[in-house]
């Protein structure tokens, strides 16, 4: 271990104050050429998660051809920016999207609990990477950063980080357990500082998973890093996000916290299962002047 | 000539009463008169000015020279006021009780000096007991309110929003007053007690004929707990101090009792200067409920509101997959 | 090797992705050419035969012509006021009053973007702002005082409780239907006839509010609308069967007003400037601080009484502060009030541009350091002013002692609470002040300390009909909102 915790202070964070601004970003109103732009950028930055027990190659093979064309009947639509599936299915998934452009990510380090020794979670994760992950997506340990055990929370991610080697990391806070705005961002802090790539809301078996609040809390402390050091880290709401206007105001958020540099889908993803067909019904309607319906885009 | 020999006459007069005699009017031993003073900080200054009026009462007897206060005298009062008032209002309301109803205390003891002051003024005696007995009372009336008035007239006020919200009263801080004329011990002491006891310091002009009274009662204040400064007594003129109440800039409020209509309209013009709160109170019949309620105290606070987040349960959004 | 301490990098808020135009809709609004005064619950031409234009600042065009009332038309909304006090509003059961004030509330409701839209187009505040925030707020207003008509002993324990009379009401142009339903909410409520007078360049949503008024089926005489500049505020004030004025705008006017009534039986109310300090200490929430200082001065083009507009910071943290608020401020939308995206309007008048650039000018040259952001702004004739932010500024500037009515802030830092304190409470104003510091005792010794009468801890521009609003000292006198804005319309007597 290389790396020893860091002494730093996290901002305190009034919760209805972030409420507020988040809610700001909701009034934004996004119309025509400038909502166009949004749904595809933002459609090009799912992650197109299935992360189930009942997993199969079959269902990943699927998951994988919608995220090289999401829809047919739309020419010229971006590809998603990954498929997020659990390590035994990387190689699957990796032979299919190869030469794509779309990156596989894994979630390990026993994904979603956490609750594992760590030497099990590094092995998890060099599997996950041996079997050609582009991004391991890591879980802290919620119950050791609840106990005030941050040194351990972030020394582990800084193993994890070692044993990415490649890959890029994104760590889960899963905020939905962590309970307070503050030890969301102080998560944040910890994980940034042990040397996340990306910081992540949730994995979505938690409820509230993503909110805008959360994110936008979790965006600050990027900008705040980034002011300090100039280096920039990405960011993953996910669970949650199904509608083509949240993604948007999502959006809006990146937009008016960080600006240009984050509009791509290096630095910002969103985690989601059912939002990438709500993005293309929405572009559909934009296209084609008229409602559409499900009937018409795959549901993979 | 003959003003000096009614002087005379009510010196001896009251030496006989004090001292004692020896039967044919000569005093076996000269009393000895009390000089009356200001009452400014906490201290007896005289008035920087010198000068004096002639307090007689109904029958045209000198009852004592009085200080005829000065407009310095009062920006002196005016500064003490200022320097006493913060800490008077973080006083606790517990304790701001307990020093109004040690003035009870100190003024009941007091009873008989009072009444003789009272009826040196040309009260009888009946009317003169009934005013002190209702000055004590309304001491321990205000003593009480000290700690309630805030449970009653504040605030807390359900907003729309996630927010705590609650208005509560505040002192206004420096209270100028022009005392009733009439009744110079409970009128002085109905304008006094509810501005003090919402946590203002007060500089009030004494009335001018009953002056003795108001200054007999500073002792009782000084005697009381009560910190130099909360309360200020001028004795003078009210035609000659009343553009100086009115148009002190450090003054939070003037409490004018009366129903001149030229001092009204001189007040409230002047008060605009720097919008001083200019409120009218009617003298007559200080026996009647109305100078004691807390709507008095009222009178010269402000309404604070504060507002302050409310975090709730971070339920909003998000869900799994 | 040691981190070198250089400036913070900046964030590049010129996207790829930008919002396209979102004008809200003004099909469904409809502005007469012409608007005469509200007198006896009708629309009378004004005896000056004269009209002045209400025009949109932000294009300046002329949205409409505005009766000009003079000393008749005034007294006769008087007489008109009066005659309903005693023949119908003081004799009616309180309450049916309060159905009558509810019916107006749901009117304001149903009518609210229509509202909203005429709000923006006549006073250049953003649609955002008039559709969440003035609209709502004036029915929740009228909503909440309708309830007290019939309650009012309440509210007064042991005492007696009678309405004024006649109220003679004037308003600013900064919240104009807000200020309208301030005003005559509580008064009718309480059981009052009312006189009032929007300002000369924000006329239009209180002759909406006549119609609506009409429609409610109020007794004739019971509320008059008077337009006019000064001149007919003045015939108001000076009317000697008004039994009471209650005057929102600038400390000036408020003096003046006070010597006017001076000598007469009057009540009066007075709801003038401010310079209100915002507070922010190391510990405070700083995102949300600097998201509190944005709200206080750039809120409704910092056309308003309560903005923060001395920002008081906390050395050890001024530099982040001013940093993340310089960043903020780049991400703020300057143009068409009507653009949903707006976030900052059109100065409400040329005469307010002007003033507020004068202050700009003075800031300069009293040495203050200077930033506005580099958004655009519209080409066109109306009225604009970029949000403006002076650092290194001293309690001797103009620009801080002054209230300038408009999006610009004064920066200073401060080392302690203490200091914070004495400069907080260091001017003759005294409406309302800001502070944000994650520790609770601190916030009630500030909050206890700052001589005002609204206090915003952790928070910045908040309102609510319940929650009263009002000054200190040079800020004026009076409550409105909440329980104390009923006192500013009856006699209490107990």
């Known amino acids: ?300 | 000539m003959a003003k000096r020999k009614t002087t005379i006459k009510t010196l001896a007069k009251k030496a006989t009463q004090n001292g004692r005699s020896n039967g044919n009017g000569t005093p076996v031993r000269l009393a000895v008169q009390k000089t009356y003073k200001l009452y400014i900080g906490g201290a007896f200054p005289r008035t920087e000015s010198g000068r004096y009026y002639k307090l007689k009462n109904n029958s045209n007897t000198l009852i004592a020279n009085m200080c005829l206060g000065s407009r310095k005298d009062f920006r002196n009062s005016v500064v003490a006021a200022r320097k006493a008032q913060g800490k008077w209002a973080s006083r606790t309301a517990y304790n701001r009780s307990q020093i109004l109803y040690r003035i009870a205390e100190m003024l009941e003891e007091r009873r008989d000096q009072f009444i003789a002051t009272l009826s040196d003024l040309g009260y009888t005696a009946k009317q003169a007991a009934r005013e002190v007995d209702a000055t004590v009372d309304r001491a321990v009336h205000y003593a009480g309110w000290a700690d309630k008035y805030q449970q009653i007239y504040s605030a807390v006020n359900p907003v729309a929003s996630a927010h705590f919200n609650f208005s509560v009263l505040e002192p206004m801080g420096v209270v100028a007053i022009f005392a009733p004329e009439n009744h110079g011990l409970l009128g002085l002491a109905s304008a006094i007690f509810p501005a003090i006891c919402g946590g203002n310091a007060v500089v009030i002009l004494a009335s001018e004929k009953e002056a003795t009274a108001a200054i007999n009662f500073a002792e009782v204040l000084h005697t009381s707990d009560l910190p130099g400064g909360v309360v200020n007594i001028l004795t003078g003129k009210r035609a000659e101090l009343r553009d100086h109440f009115a148009t002190h800039k450090d003054v939070n409020a003037f409490v004018y009792y009366g129903s001149n209509k030229a001092d009204k309209k001189a007040i409230q013009t002047q008060a605009a200067d720097n919008l001083k709160r200019p409120i009218f109170i009617d003298e007559s019949d200080l026996f009647k409920n109305y100078h004691e309620s807390p709507y008095r105290i009222l009178a010269t606070t402000e309404t604070k509101t504060t507002w302050h987040p409310i975090a709730s349960d971070m339920t909003g959004g998000g869900g799994a997959y | 090797m040691a981190k070198k301490n250089t400036s913070s990098p900046a964030l590049n808020f010129a996207t790829d992705w930008t919002y396209a135009p979102a004008p809200e809709s003004t099909g469904h609004v409809e502005i007469k050419k012409q608007y005469n005064l509200f007198i006896n619950g009708e629309f009378v031409k004004p005896s000056s035969k004269k009209y002045f234009d209400t025009i949109n600042p932000a294009t300046g065009e002329v949205l409409s012509k505005i009766a000009e009332a003079n000393d008749k038309d005034v007294d006769k909304a008087v007489k008109a006021a009066r005659k309903a006090y005693e023949t119908v509003w003081s004799k009616m059961p309180a309450k049916e009053r309060g159905k009558y004030v509810y019916r107006i509330a749901r009117l304001i409701q149903e009518r609210a973007r229509e509202f909203s839209v005429i709000e923006s187009l006549d006073g250049g505040k953003p649609i955002r702002e008039s559709r969440d925030i003035d609209i709502p707020l004036a029915a929740a207003h009228f909503f909440y005082y309708a309830g007290w008509a019939d309650k009012l002993p309440y509210a007064f324990p042991n005492a007696q409780v009678k309405p004024l009379g006649v109220a003679g009401q004037v308003i600013p142009w900064n919240f104009p239907l807000l200020m309208a339903a301030w005003k005559i909410a509580p008064a009718l409520a309480t059981g009052n006839t009312i006189v009032i007078k929007p300002a000369e360049t924000t006329s239009l949503t209180a002759l909406k509010l006549a119609e609506l008024i009409q429609d409610a089926g109020l007794p004739p005489g019971v509320v008059n609308i008077v337009t006019g500049a000064g001149a007919t505020g003045a015939a108001i004030v000076n009317h000697p069967d008004v039994d009471k004025i209650a005057f929102t705008g600038s400390t000036g006017v408020g003096k003046i007003i006070q010597r006017a009534v001076a000598g007469t039986d009057k009540k009066v109310t007075l709801e003038l400037g401010g310079k209100a300090a915002n507070i922010i200490l190391e510990d405070a929430p700083i995102d949300q601080a600097v998201e509190g200082i944005i709200n206080g001065i750039y809120f409704n083009q910092g056309h308003v009484c309560c903005a923060g507009s001395r920002l008081f910071v906390q050395e050890s943290v001024a530099e982040e502060v001013i940093h993340k608020l310089k960043t903020r401020m780049e991400t703020l939308i300057v143009g068409d009030p009507l653009d949903k995206n707006t976030d900052i309007g059109a100065i409400n008048s040329q005469n307010q541009l002007k003033t507020i650039k004068e202050y700009i000018k003075i800031g300069k040259g009293e040495g203050a350091e200077f930033f506005q952001p580099s958004c655009a702004l519209p080409k066109n004739g109306g009225f604009w002013c970029k949000p403006t932010l002076f650092t290194n500024t001293a309690q001797s500037h103009r620009i801080v002692q002054e209230e300038i009515f408009g999006p610009v802030l004064a920066v200073q830092t401060i080392r302690t609470v203490e200091e914070a304190l004495t400069k907080a409470n260091n001017t003759p104003y005294g409406l309302s002040a800001g502070v944000w510091t994650d520790k609770g005792s601190k916030i009630f010794r500030l909050t206890s300390k700052l001589k005002a009468g609204i206090i915003w801890a952790n928070t910045f521009n908040k309102f609510d009909p319940t929650s009263p609003f009002g000054g200190y000292k040079e800020s004026g006198f009076g409550r409105e909102g909440g329980v104390a804005g009923l006192a500013a319309y009856l006699n209490v007597k107990g």
Request: hydrophobic share 40%.
């Open chain 1, 1 to 300: 271990m290389a790396k020893t915790y860091p002494s730093f202070s996290s901002p305190t964070i009034d919760q209805v104050g972030a409420e507020e601004r988040a809610a700001r970003f909701t009034k934004r109103s996004i119309k025509k050429a400038a909502k166009v732009q949004a749904l595809k950028l933002a459609l090009n930055m799912v992650d197109l998660t299935t992360l189930e027990g009942a997993d199969t190659p079959g269902k990943v093979q699927q998951l994988c051809q919608k995220a090289l064309h999401p829809h047919l009947g739309y020419p010229g639509l971006p590809t998603t920016a990954a498929v997020c599936v659990y390590p035994t299915m990387v190689r699957v998934a990796k032979n299919l999207v190869k030469g794509s452009g779309v990156k596989v990510a894994a979630v390990a380090t026993a994904f979603p609990s956490g609750q594992a020794p760590q030497d099990v979670k590094i092995r998890d994760t060099k599997y996950a990477v041996s079997e050609g992950a582009d991004e391991v997506d890591m879980v802290i340990s919620r119950g050791k950063f609840l106990s005030g055990e941050y040194e351990y929370v972030y020394d582990e991610i800084a193993a994890i980080k070692e044993a990415c080697g490649k890959a890029r990391l994104k760590v889960i806070l899963e905020t939905g357990e962590l309970g307070t705005l503050d030890n969301i961002r102080k998560a944040s802090d910890i994980a940034i500082l042990a040397g996340a790539d990306f910081i992540k809301t949730s994995t979505g078996k938690i409820s509230p998973a993503a909110t805008m609040p959360v994110t936008l809390v979790m965006l600050e402390a990027i900008r705040d890093y980034y002011f300090k050091t100039g280096t920039m880290i990405g960011m993953k709401p996910a669970g949650g996000i199904r509608t083509a206007k949240q993604a948007v105001h999502y959006l809006v958020m990146v937009r008016e916290t960080l600006g240009q540099d984050w509009l791509t889908n290096q630095w910002f993803r969103f985690g989601a299962s059912s939002l990438a067909n709500n993005l293309i019904l929405q572009l559909i309607k934009q296209r084609d002047g008229v409602y559409g319906s499900m009937d018409y885009i795959s549901k993979d």
